[in-house]
């Protein structure tokens, strides 16, 4: 959705500032969602959603219904991850937007080879991944996430509000406090959509040639780019 007026980068990070001050270290989802539903309209939020549950959409919505919600559409995902948002978007009151790449993956294919995941998978997410959503943020002023602390190392510091510096917008982490369990809990107290791969051992779901399933009680995200160093797809870092 366009935007007609954002406000300046300057008056959106003061706002960000504001914000991460404003809000205890631990507030509650509900509380900073509504920190965001006074300071912002719906027009000019948008809440990020890899469709492997629906528990951070349906948080944002009880404040600000008819938001945006960018799905990543990299051409890679599970049948089960597509089936999620057609879900999501037939129960929910959003609007999801398939965030498309530049290319289709059979364009890929034949510029830069075949499965480029498996070559240069830093490339292939900065093409599949970070280019569109960069693109696709630059209609809002700020982002929700469903970054956790407890999701790895390089998460638990994972502040409630931030600027944004690489996409020049806020960004919004309501759940950043939770822990998994919370939000399967969440999501089955809800009746929420969510993708069945979670419970057939995948507690981190993304592209399907980069995603592995997990052996019980291993990190969540150890099987993201399983055999090799890769552990962030950039788009948070
Ligand atoms: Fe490509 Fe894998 Fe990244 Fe998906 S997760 S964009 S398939 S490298």
Redesign the pocket.
């Known amino acids: 959705m366009t935007v007609t007026t954002l406000r300046s980068q300057a008056e959106l990070q003061a706002l960000a500032e504001s914000g991460a001050a404003e809000l205890p270290w631990d507030a509650a989802a509900q509380e900073v969602i509504a920190w965001v539903a006074r300071n912002f309209t719906t027009q000019a939020s948008a809440v990020a959603c890899s469709m492997a549950d629906a528990v951070l959409p349906a948080l944002v919505a009880e404040q600000l219904p008819g938001v945006d919600v960018l799905f990543l559409d990299?051409g890679?995902h599970f049948e089960e991850t597509y089936a999620t948002r057609d879900e999501v978007a037939k129960n929910l009151r959003v609007n999801v937007v398939d965030v498309k790449p530049v290319h289709t993956v059979a364009d890929q294919d034949s510029l830069l080879g075949k499965d480029?995941?498996a070559a240069d998978?830093a490339t292939?997410?900065a093409l599949?991944?970070v280019e569109p959503l960069h693109r696709s943020l630059q209609d809002y002023e700020l982002w929700f996430t469903g970054v956790r602390r407890d999701e790895a190392p390089t998460r638990t510091n994972t502040p409630l509000v931030v600027w944004d510096e690489k996409n020049g917008l806020i960004k919004v982490n309501p759940v950043a406090t939770w822990s998994y369990e919370e939000l399967l809990r969440y999501s089955n107290d809800n009746l929420l959509p969510v993708n069945p791969l979670l419970s057939q051992g995948y507690p981190s779901i993304?592209?399907a040639?980069?995603t592995n399933k997990v052996a019980p009680g291993a990190d969540p995200r150890s099987g993201r780019w399983a055999g090799t160093s890769k552990t962030e797809?950039g788009l948070h870092v």
């Open positions: 990299t890679y480029l995941f998978p292939c997410c599949r991944k993304g592209c040639p980069c797809c």
